[in-house]
């Protein structure tokens, strides 16, 4: 049935190119195999999205006794997962973007700032070539080799204690979790957002920064005034980035939170158990979790796509 | 008051383990709202000097004093100067209004609306104030070239820098933003460091020329001086389109010994001579006279070998009689005078408008007699 359905989109994009060519001679035996392996691997990519999709709207029942692919008939349709999988998700959602955001604003924005330090200033190079080769050394540490520093780390600094004046206002103190993986997640993603925005940088007119110097502006108010209107591009690239990076990382949370019963638990953790039990695993409310656990790096995509367009092509 | 003063003016640049001299020794002193063209091939260090007046550049040694103050270390947002970009250098996600405004709110104590006013009043006298709503990337490269000029003026600086800032234009709107640069500046009156390697923006517009070549100075003057009594063979050869003739020749006596031809002087040419006898002489085409009907001491056989009609003049390559096939000099004749490829003309070479120079070292011992 859906290959029906999809052998009838391609038709009608077949007939499009030929009206708008004006000449039916234009499809040829060429065209029409090209246009049957683009529909093959349209195929190919999008099924297990199609597939996670309608057994998330599938009773337990209809999951067992259908095709993984085929859609959910009247009787085996049901929102009941998707509502079920949003109240085990919720605070995890809420728990999520606590970090996620700042996480991601911070380390574009310290990224920004480095990458215009080692760029367009006026720093000698051979102060600059240091830095950046730290920044570069960054990139590249895995994050499994610095889970038992880190955790070291954060035993050592002690957040649970030092924001007593938190916990006191009736804050549960697993929140220390929160703040900890925004402080860790910055650190981790400041290389590569600095990184981005050198080549950014590097890009921009020099001779533009050159006027605005002459005309009297300061380092900061050139960063304010003409460098930060002009990032915008690059912002959405590394906001996009970022965001999905932190969002989905489930390795320093498992480190930082541990447990999905902490009240911090972000949805990775919550997730990860979703939908598991003795009598096995409820495909469909672990399908309607896993969309609902996208739809906010999805919507990030949607809102800055335009401007990771322009980014990413410059 | 807007003196300008390069004393010493040295710019080195570290190149490996080595150093390369972008600037050598230069020394240059302009006086309230002159206008000075500084011109030269490309690489002779006119754009360096230009950043260094600026403050873009360190100074290695020298010193540059503006208004009588040495600027070596004042930072280029406090030099009160203002500078013309080949590039304009806009800023794009500024309005016009916003790039003319940028300077004055970021240099200046000045409120909102006097800014206003003055940006109001630069926009008109560059002819923009109906384009102070648009961006840059609406505008035409024109447009963009006025108001970088406009962005410029608007601060009233005590210098303007301007770095090849027509070389953008097409070649009729660059004749036309010449002259009113020119007008402009004269109406402003505002000391004006002009750097171009277009020397007819430099012959047309300057008060005086500065002509560098490999990072050295080789002469400032008024440009007819530069093109009547040039100080040495490069500027000789640099100013003039096309360019003046040279051929090495020996003083043998009273005599220049050229390969394929003598050339007898003059007592008072010889007194400037002196004793030197590896010389180069010079002679713009425009001064060798192909009337055909020339005698004497100053009068040589020669063949046409190309013709270039200009419509108003011809330009003619000659070649001496005697001379190998593709040894050629230039003369420029009038646009109506018959002449073909192949024909043997007799030319005369004046004597008042020959120039010498030294074979060793280039500088001038003679120059043509002006007519004053």
Known sequence: MSNDARTDGGTASATDTGASAGALAGIDGYRVLLYLGLLGMLTFFLIPIESGLVTSFKTSSGVSGSLPFAPPTGSTFTLEKWQSAFDALGRGLINSALYAIPATVISALLGSFAAYGITQSDWKQKYKAPVLALFVAGIFIPYQAVLVPLSQFWSMVSLQDWLGFVWALGINDDYAGVVELIVTHVAYGLPICTVLFRSYYKNMSEEMIEAARLDGASIRRIYRRIVLPLSGPMFAVVLIYQFTQIWNDLLFTLVLVQTESSAAAPIVLILAGLGTSLEGQDFALRMAGAFIAALPTLAVYIAFGEEFAEGVAT | MGTLELDGVTKVFPDGDGEVVAVDDVDIEMRDGEFLVVVGPSGCGKSTTLRMVAGLETVTSGEIRLAGNVVNDVKPQHRDIAMVFQSYALYPHMTVEGNMAFGLEESTELSDEE??????????TMGIAELLDRKPSDLSGGQQQRVALGRAIVRDPEVFLMDEPLSNLDAKLRSEMRTELQRLQSELDVTTMYVTHDQTEAMTMGDRIAILNAGELQQVATPLECYHEPANRFVAGFIGDPSMNFFDVKRDGDTLDGAVFDYPLSA?????????????????????????????????????????????????????????????FIATVGGLQRISVGDEVTIEIPEEAIHLFDGNTGEAVHNRDMEE
């Open chain 2, 268 to 328: 008072s040419t010889l007194d400037d001579v002196g004793d030197v006898t590896d010389l180069t002489l010079g002679v713009r085409p425009e001064d060798i006279s192909v009337a055909g009907d020339a005698a004497g001491d100053h009068a040589f056989s020669t063949v046409v070998e190309v013709v270039e009609p200009m419509g108003d003049e011809n330009t003619v390559y000659l070649r001496f009689e005697d001379a190998p096939e593709g040894e050629t």
């Open chain 2, 115 to 124: 800014i206003e006013t003055r940006v109001t009043d630069a926009a008109e």
